[in-house]
């Protein structure tokens, strides 16, 4: 199944990547998807893509230009805003991001970000504070 392109809003550079206290963290509220904490390269543009896996949404968060011949020296964190699609009957939420391929001989590792069932989702506040928040451990995301 091929991936399709989804809607995306990205940040300027948020904050520092190699503080130790900042974690990625993902939440849904109704269908749009909010990453605070995206560790990439500086100014370098992000996409994100959907593919669906049964009753699973996969969103991979990645850069655009997945083979750059010339990147920065230097990381930034990102807040990254998606559209999910609507009524895709979709039923749980998997989150994974990935770098680019400079430097590598060997494509880079995806890394999960988090899950949410959707059904978390319904009736939630539209600032998003009662919504489950997702961080970044352990190669699958844990919920605080």
Known sequence: MKSSLLPIDQSGCDGNP??????????????????????????????ARAKRRGDTLVVMIQPADLKPTVVAKCSCLYTVRVQLPRDDG?????????GDHYGRSAPPTVLVLGE???????????DGSALPHWHIGGGRGRRS
């Open 18 to 47: 190699y503080d130790a206290n900042v974690r990625p963290m993902v939440r849904l509220a109704h269908d749009t998807l909010t990453v605070q904490g995206l560790s990439n390269r500086c100014s370098q543009r992000l996409e």
């Open 90 to 98: 979709w039923g749980r939420l998997r989150v994974v991001t990935r």
């Open 116 to 126: 949410i069932d959707r059904a978390e989702d319904g009736g939630s506040p539209p």
